[in-house]
């Protein structure tokens, strides 16, 4: 049996060969851009700002009357993630707010009926995302802090909210995932969040039975922070590369064999926020997508676009840093896999076929790397950069490549190693 709990009589899932393809291609295309953007946007606090300003629902709500993305252009959000080297788009399709940020019939507190804009952004991101080449999943959040029939702070009992009507709520999530998946163009994935907000049965055999049975395809993630369920199609980890726990969200995730991938933010917000400016350098965004290249996962990168529809410059600027970086060291990034050779204090191993890129990404104090476990012999060693000759030494138990003389890179010096 699959991983996670079945309920009794329900079919065990058997994932497609299509579905099968998407992972693969989910693994090739490593490097994601994860977008919050919402009605919260418009107070520069972050998405949680309702819960954690107290604002009523009805107080909240009137965000939408001037929720106006003129600046919003789909073309330069997807050509601002092409250019950052990033393969796939994940957008807030409807946060916990509960607010839609697409055209929905199943709720009218959506963006084409509840505000002055009047358009549907996430329609035009799908259109232009089909043009561009680039993959769109949708994040979609369980909980939701307004609805009457989700009931937020409501007691649990027998897996219900006492005060909401949670047959209501399961049915209002899956008119709306109906919409998401048969609606938009080339949408290949959903991500949902929300799952830890309560303990109840969220009927994910039906849910994600209904997203199988209209796209076999696409691709289930679930923010849980625990392991895989029965469904799922990938494993995602919060603000940690797998195996890690800095945040106390993966301490019950253990790594599954689905294909993995981690979020995290640019600054220290998911959502637009006017007062953060910690702003993680192209450096130490590198660093993160190779780490998790290593670990055999992708890396979803977030930004939280401004009310206007604009994307700040600072994100811009380091981002234009980042793409120019894998544009040139893509092949050692896109379509590979962990290794299976563990992380080492100066780097890690990905692997294409027969071929290892070894990334240095912290130079160590002696002149040389050692890649222990290395299976295969090796026959060549080139600096990736240029295809100059690398020397190396293969022992038994493992493989010395010398260092000395090569030209290093400030962030990742990476020699690919040729094996037989
Ligand atoms: O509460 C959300 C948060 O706003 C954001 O969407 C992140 C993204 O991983 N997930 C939740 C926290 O686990």
Redesign the pocket.
Known sequence: MLLGAVRAGAQTYTPTADNLAARQNFQDMKFGLFI?WGIYSELGAG??VMNEKHISYDSYKRLADFFNPQAFNAHEWVMFAKKAGMKYITI?SR??DGFSMFGTKASPYNIVDATPYHKDPLMELAQECVKEGIELHF?YSLLDWGRKDYAFGSPIVDGKPVNGDWDSYINFMKAQLTELITKYPGVKGIWF??H?ERDVNWHYDEIYGLIHKLNPAILVGN?H?LEPKEGEDFQMF?KDLPGANTTG?SGKSKIGALPLET?ETINNS??FNITDRSFKSSKRIIHYLVNAAGLNANFLL?IGPMPNGKIQPEFTDTLAIVGAWVQKNGEAIYGTRGSGIPAQPWGVITQKDKNLYVHVMTLPQLPYVFIPQLKGKVTKAALLADGSAVKFKQQTEGVFVYLNGIATDPNDTIIKLTTN
């Open positions: 919050h998405e949680w807030t946060h916990h994040y969040d929300g830890w923010n922070h919060e969200f979020c998911w959502g977030n």
